[in-house]
């Protein structure tokens, strides 16, 4: 069973940055595209960015592009979600998810893996 660890969320004013990671134990993050999405409450979840596991592919809401890069550590396993601009309305649960997709990735829920999720606060 593949296990997620998101980190790296907090409480940040508007305009701040804050770095995500998503970590894995005992498989290798190359071989599964990896999502990035959130959850506000009583909203749905929502694909926020991903990354291929060829690492050609790249996704991103249209919210989020120009402010939001996903990107791979390979070094440390992890998949890096680099949050800079932030708004109140980026206020949510981020989760990272894995799938075995390969040239593409979908900012669809249709992920097999989901870590437990890591909140982010965004106000002044």
């Known amino acids: 069973q593949l296990q997620l660890v998101e980190s790296g969320g907090g409480l940040v004013q508007p305009g701040g940055s804050l770095r995500l990671s998503c970590a894995a134990s005992?498989?290798?993050?190359?071989?599964?595209?990896i999502g990035w999405f959130r959850q506000a409450p009583g909203k749905e979840r929502e694909g926020v960015s991903c990354?291929?596991?060829?690492?050609?592919?790249?996704n991103a809401a249209d919210s989020v592009k120009g402010r939001f890069t996903v990107s791979r550590d390979k070094a440390n396993n992890t998949v890096v979600l680099q949050m800079n601009s932030l708004k109140p309305e980026d206020t949510a649960v981020y989760y990272c998810?894995?799938?075995?997709?390969?040239?593409?990735?979908?900012?669809?829920?249709?992920?097999?893996?989901w870590g437990q999720g890591t909140q982010v606060t965004v106000s002044s």
């Open positions: 990354i291929s596991s060829s690492g050609a592919g790249r």
């Open positions: 005992g498989f290798t993050l190359d071989y599964y595209a």
């Open positions: 998810a894995a799938a075995g997709y390969g040239s593409s990735c979908p900012l669809l829920p249709a992920y097999d893996y």
